[in-house]
């Protein structure tokens, strides 16, 4: 049978949010950012162990009680200069003390997507556990799309016809993701099923929920921390 692995990759700056520290780390309805997606990750009862993959250069993790997550939480420091070579990384640094499997499951995770909601973890594993390729939450896209012209101009309305928004979790077999992603140029590849795309696969959409928000932005720090108070991930 087999085994369920997350992943989290948080060696970036998050520098798009305008604070000093790195984004993981900001302040968070009582914990910093990253607390909450490893909580959601580390109590789902199908998930073995959570690994956090970290700058070499951290010096935040360690400021931080992470004792609550016992011997499931696996901290490496194999960080990349993008989020695909940190992911990679992390895949080839698992520690040979754990045994993975070529089959075996990975759900990489956002760890500026503090707002994972158990429901849609678990949703999530039974769409795929049983398909091919794999998949991810997505949402469709909603608004109407705009493409500009280089001085922020509208110029066309683009179709949102079978247009999705892609979140995390993303969940591919351990061989599956290593290969996509090692064929895949990282400095380009934005996302891990962009990768596996890339390998001719379709990975599955499974519909996610507004809730799981990506922090980017100010704003997005304080939305998310009204969602989180008002216990709506749960």
């Not at 970036?12 to 900001?26: A, E, H, V």
Request: contains cysteine; glycine residues 4%.
């Amino acid at each position: 049978m087999s085994k369920f692995f997350a992943l989290i990759p948080a060696a970036g700056s998050g520098s798009r949010i305008g604070k000093t520290q790195p984004k993981q780390y900001l302040a968070l309805a009582g914990h910093p950012m990253i607390y909450h997606a490893i909580h959601t990750l580390c109590r789902a009862p199908r998930i073995t162990h959570v690994f956090v993959i970290l700058s070499p250069n951290d010096r935040s993790w360690s400021q931080h009680d992470w004792s609550e997550f016992s011997d499931k939480l696996v901290v490496l420091n194999c960080g990349g200069a993008t989020r695909a070579e940190s992911v990679l990384n992390g895949l080839k640094a698992i520690p040979s003390a754990i045994t993975i499997n070529d089959h075996d499951w990975m759900l990489v995770h956002d760890a500026a997507r503090p707002c994972l909601s158990s429901t849609q973890l678990e949703f999530l594993m039974d769409e795929i556990a049983d398909d091919d390729t794999g998949g991810l939450l997505a949402i469709p896209v909603a608004d109407t799309l705009k493409r500009s012209d280089m001085n922020h101009r509208a110029i066309s309305t683009e179709s949102r016809e079978n247009l999705w928004q892609a979140q995390t979790p993303q969940m591919f077999r351990y061989h599956l993701l290593v290969n996509a992603l090692s064929q895949a140029n990282t400095s380009q590849v934005t996302d891990d099923a962009s990768a596996v795309e890339a390998l001719d696969r379709r990975p599955k959409l499974v519909l996610g929920d507004t809730h799981n928000l990506k922090v980017t932005y100010p704003q997005d720090l304080i939305l998310a921390e009204l969602i989180l108070q008002k216990g709506e991930k749960s």
